[in-house]
């Protein structure tokens, strides 16, 4: 099939380095290219991304989520204390 499209500029640079390694037409390092992102290429084999996990050393009851909630506590608990 014969078809023609706009080529980014820096897709286009790095076509022309392909293309130049290789020692390959155009053609053949695109219709690579395109057999790879495709099909369960190179891309599709990669380790999936896994987050670790980590101790943020907060005590207990503590919500990293809601700091405001325990400054309320903290600032009622020493209104509190003073008027006692």
């Known amino acids: 099939m014969r078809t023609s499209f706009t080529v980014a500029p820096d ?3 790095q076509l022309r380095e392909r293309v130049e390694k290789s020692g390959k ?3 053949a390092v695109i219709n ?3 057999r ?3 099909s369960e290429g190179p891309a599709q084999k ?5 987050v670790k996990p980590f ?7 503590i919500d990293p989520l809601r700091p405001s909630r ?12 003073k008027n006692r």
């Open 36 to 38: 790879d992102a495709l």
């Open 55 to 61: 101790n943020l050393g907060l005590r207990e009851g």
């Open 70 to 81: 325990q400054l309320y506590e903290m600032d009622l608990e020493e209104f509190e204390a």
């Open 32 to 34: 690579e290219l395109l």
């Open 11 to 13: 897709v286009a640079d």
């Open 25 to 27: 037409s155009m053609a």
């Open 46 to 50: 990669r380790e999936p991304f896994r």
